[in-house]
Structures are given as structure tokens and as C-alpha cells.
């Protein structure tokens, strides 16, 4: 008998599965490998909206939490996967510098913005308006961290590689079952894999595709990750991540010419030098209209639980997320209503009847 079956070993997933057995609970983790998100993400964390200049949901509650959660499994897997790197956010105008130094004043931005403008040092970056540093920010090398995760369950006995089938699964008041196993629960971490789950699928997932271009910029010798129109992201080696696309209707998981075309070309905006794009990936974001993770309870079956939606800040927002689920679950603990997924009704998106 487990405790938790979890559906996905993505970031929301390992997220999951770390707290529930850090708490001492009996788990067991499905993955089919079908959805390539949290491999193929960029990875960074940072608190700001960088567009807009204000925090995101709970900003410095995220990092307080998250990070720490990062630090521990580097511990336990004795891995290296939180890269700690600047972000420099280049300025476009005179306008856009002092938008800045008004932001870093307000409380709660002025943790992470630095006041100090940082004039351009770098003969290959065009940026002669110079840039704004993020503070606190980094880098976590998901796929590394997935792949090492994956490897601990699998030594424990926890990992079944294999889709999940939902119409398999009998529901029970006290527990579930699915062929031979029996659990107190199941937490649905599919990522935009829920569109094919009868369970939760009446809830918004919209879906957004990125892509990312991995491209050779030969003495470019940049070591922060500078955001202008998207993020060059260092990698060594002359190598670099530039991404990252926002697309909304296509849903195919192959990386497309439209989105390489956009990248080069804002790319050609910041540099001054040649690039050669080596690759190109894909891969779809669990997006929701407002934002905000699906975390909670299905409203007619107990037993079952989703954790989703992650959206474009999965490295920031799976771990505390998965926090509040296990809190409301185990001990009753309301969940921020913000990410409560009863904030849809059952019925959300369906015409009545
Ligand atoms: C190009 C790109 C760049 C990004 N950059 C960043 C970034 O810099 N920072 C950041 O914080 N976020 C970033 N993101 C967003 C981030 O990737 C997502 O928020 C996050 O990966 C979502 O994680 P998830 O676990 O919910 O979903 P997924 O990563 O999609 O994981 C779901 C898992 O469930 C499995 N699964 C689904 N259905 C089944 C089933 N029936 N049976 C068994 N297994 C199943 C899938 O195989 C998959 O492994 C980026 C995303 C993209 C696409």
C-alpha cells in the first residue's frame, strides 16, 4: 500500500514526490516520458517580471522557499545543479533606465534590483543605454536534476516508466486502486499532459509552446544572462540559450522555423558578432488564464489530487506549490486561495447539460 501514487516527473512531480518523502511518506512515480517542459526549460529563476517591473505572485516568499528546497536535493544527490548568475536586463532608452531606479525603490523590488546602472563592458553586445541587474537570481540545470531524480527513484523501487492509464484506476472510499497497487492517493502531475486525463481535464489548461535556440557565439565571452527582447543564457564553450517563444496554437512537440526566424532575429539585436545555431527544442508550458498554479482536490473524488499549471515559472513555483498540497492534504492546512484549483468550478469551460 502506497500513500501517494504520482502521475509525472516533471518539476511539479519531483517536487511532489521530494516533500511527500521527505515527510516520511510511501510513494510511487509514473512517467511515460511523453512531455518534454521541464527538460528542455532555460531553467532561471527569478523573482521580477521583467517586462512590467514587479514581483511575481509571492515573489520573495518563492525564493525564500524554493531555493532552499534546490540546496537540499543538491545535497542528497550529490549533484551540482543550482548555477547562481546575474541577470542584467539591458535598457532600450534613457526611459527605460529611469523606470528602473523608480522600481528599485519600492519595497519588495528593492531586494532584487540593483540601483546601480551597469554600463556595457562587452565589445560584442550591442546595449549603450548599459543594464539593470537582477539580484538573487540563477539557473537550475532541470534536465540534469530530473535525470538524477529519476535515477534515485528508480534505485528506490519507486519509478514505473509507463503511461499512466487513467480509465484503469478504481476509486474506493478509504483508497485507490490500479491493477495490483493500492494507495491512499493519487497527485496528478502531468503538465499539459492533463488535457488527456477524464479527471481533471474540465480545468483551463491552456498551453503555451517555447522554444529554445542553442547557438555558438564564437569570443562573445559572456558569463550573466542578459535579457533584452529574449535571454542569452552563457552555457561555456562559446555556447549559449537564447529563448525563449510564446506560442498559443500550436500544440505539436516539434521545435518550428517561425520560432528559430523570431529568436535569430532578436538575438541579431543584442550582438555585434556572428552566431551559428547549433539546436533548437520545444517543449509545452501547463499555462492557466490567470496565472497561478492548479493545486488541489478533485471536487467529486477525494483521493485525487492535481498539482499543475506551473506555467512559465515551474522552477520557482513546483516546490513551494507542492508544499501547500501536502499541507492541505495531511493536515488540513487551506491552500493559498490563489492557487486553489476549486477557484473553477467543476464545471468550468462546459456549457450546462
Ligand atoms: C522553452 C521553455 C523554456 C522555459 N523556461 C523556463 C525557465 O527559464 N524558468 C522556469 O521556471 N520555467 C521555465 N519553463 C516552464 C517550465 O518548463 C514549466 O513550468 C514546468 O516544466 C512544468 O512542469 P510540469 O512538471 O508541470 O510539466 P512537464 O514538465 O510537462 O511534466 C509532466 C510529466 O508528466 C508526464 N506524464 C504526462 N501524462 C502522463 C501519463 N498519463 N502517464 C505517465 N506520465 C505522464 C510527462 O511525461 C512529463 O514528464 C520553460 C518552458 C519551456 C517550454
Known sequence: MFDYLI?????????MAETL????????VFDDSSRQASLVAAGLYNPVVLKRLNLTW????LMDFSI????????????SFDEKLPILRRFASAEEQNAWFEAADRPGLS?????????NDNPGLDAP????????????????LLTAYRSLLHRQGALRAESFDHGSLRLYGEEVAYGDIKSRYVVFCEGFGMRANPFFRYLPLQGSKGELLTVRIPGLGEGRIIKSGVFLIPEGND?????????????????????????????????????????QSAGIRPTVPDRRPLAGRHPEHPRLLALNGMGSRGVLLAPYAAACLADFVESGTPLPPEIDLARYGKFYGKSPG
Open 7 to 15: 502521475i509525472g516527473s516533471g518539476l511539479a512531480g519531483m517536487a
Open 21 to 28: 518523502q521527505s515527510r516520511g511518506h510511501r510513494i510511487c
Open 58 to 61: 509571492e515573489g520573495g516568499r
Open 68 to 79: 532552499p528546497f534546490y540546496q537540499r536535493l543538491q545535497e542528497k544527490l550529490g549533484g
Open 111 to 119: 531586494r532584487f534590483l540593483s540601483p546601480r546602472l551597469l554600463r
Open 129 to 144: 543605454f548599459g543594464f539593470g541587474e537582477v539580484l538573487e537570481t540563477g539557473r537550475l540545470h532541470t534536465a540534469k
Open 239 to 279: 555556447r549559449y540559450r537564447v529563448g525563449a517563444t510564446y506560442g498559443r496554437n500550436d500544440f505539436s512537440p516539434e521545435p518550428t522555423p517561425a520560432a528559430r526566424e523570431e529568436l535569430t532575429r532578436k538575438l541579431g539585436h543584442i550582438l555585434k558578432v556572428d552566431f551559428e545555431v547549433e539546436n
